[in-house]
């Protein structure tokens, strides 16, 4: 079991770029989660998926951030004309069930740096 | 709303001391509360779960955790400290029906030799 892979592991841009973030969950697991993790706001909740469905996505920032999961192995985290504020580490999650209950396993996050 | 908080960013003890890291949720429901764990340069590791039962659940790595209703806490504590429990340790809420976590700051558990 590799558990969750996120890639890249770092990733530099310049003010305005895009950046996309790959996941790829435990293999079985039905529920995908994104966050981010600032020194200044701590880990906050992005987006949320089941089953390939996006079912929450009220932690995204609307205008230039979006998520997708085109099939069950992996989810993508999209940043439109990245800002220097976007600069964080993003998680990405994924759990057996969509229960309240149910342990997430995180992978090791991708370093996003906007320069 | 929900909420997570812990008082103490950082906490120095000794090896071989014991430890207590605190933990106070705000939830009108039925919380579901987990302690989490941020080694250096490594993803974030599940110590615990609570959901009903015994108040004191036991975790890896000798942790354990207690649960107060009345005071709206999860304290997380271990009996000796080893120089690898060096982390930073996160307590978490599971609340609302979209199974989002919502964090603590987290407390940077620094070890003395």
């Known amino acids: 079991n590799a558990g969750v892979i996120q890639t890249p592991r770092h990733k530099v841009t310049g003010k305005g770029q895009e950046a996309t973030l790959w996941c790829e969950p435990i293999?079985?697991?039905?529920?995908v989660f994104w966050y981010r993790q600032t020194i200044v706001q701590g880990l906050e909740f992005l987006t949320y998926f089941r089953n390939q469905a996006p079912i929450d996505d009220s932690g995204m920032p609307k205008e230039r951030f979006s998520a997708q999961m085109p099939n069950q192995s992996h989810s993508t985290l999209k940043i439109q004309s990245t800002q220097p504020q976007d600069s964080a580490v993003y998680l990405c999650a994924s759990s057996l069930a969509p229960d309240n209950y149910a342990e997430q396993f995180f992978g090791p996050g991708t370093r996003l740096t906007v320069l | 709303a929900q909420s997570v908080t812990q008082p103490d960013a950082r906490v120095t003890v000794s090896e071989g001391a014991s430890l207590q890291l605190r933990c106070k949720y705000s939830?009108?429901?039925?919380?579901?509360l987990f302690w989490y764990v941020q080694y250096p340069r490594q993803g974030l590791q599940l110590l615990l779960k609570y959901y009903s039962g015994d108040p004191v659940v036991q975790g890896v790595n000798g942790f354990e955790a207690e649960f107060s209703k009345s005071n709206s806490s999860f304290h997380l504590r271990k009996a000796s400290v080893h120089w690898s429990d060096s982390a930073v340790y996160f307590c978490?809420?599971?609340?609302?029906?979209?199974?989002?976590?919502?964090w603590g700051s987290g407390t940077k558990l620094i070890i003395k030799p």
């Open positions: 939830y009108s429901g039925t919380p579901y």
């Open positions: 978490v809420l599971s609340a609302g029906s979209n199974y989002q976590l919502i």
């Open positions: 293999s079985g697991h039905s529920a």
